[in-house]
Nanobody, 126 residues
């Protein structure tokens, strides 16, 4: 049974930092990409960052590039999202997801991800 368990969300002031963690279990993710999505009220779920588990290749949305860093720890089967210089508009529920690679391409669309965590709330106060 595949499980993705997020942690690390919370309330932070604008300009602050948070680190999200996603512990993955239940299968090998060597042919998967791990993504962090977010969804704010009334908005569509969007990909924030993704990492290819095999070689660490990363993808970032333009809105977070330079502020967020995605990384993985193979030994712990855990993916992290370090979020710095947080803005009010970063407020959302953040989800960890695992999506199968096709031709080694990192998927950027939510429906291409097979497994999802339960989500963790990130609230940035202005």
């Amino acid at each position: 049974q595949v499980q993705l368990v997020e942690s690390g969300g919370g309330l932070v002031q604008a300009g602050g930092s948070l680190r999200l963690s996603c512990a993955a279990s239940g299968r090998s993710f060597s042919t998967y990409a791990m993504g962090w999505f977010r969804q704010a009220p009334g908005k569509e779920r969007e990909l924030v960052a993704a990492i290819r588990w095999s070689d660490g290749y990363t993808y970032y949305a333009a809105s977070v590039k330079g502020r967020f860093t995605i990384s993985r720890d193979n030994a712990k089967n855990t993916v992290y999202l370090q979020m710095n210089s947080l803005k009010y508009e970063d407020t959302a529920v953040y989800y960890c997801a695992a999506g199968r690679l096709h031709s080694n391409v990192v998927p950027t669309i939510a429906y291409l991800y097979d497994y999802w965590g339960q989500g963790t709330q990130v609230t940035v106060s202005s």
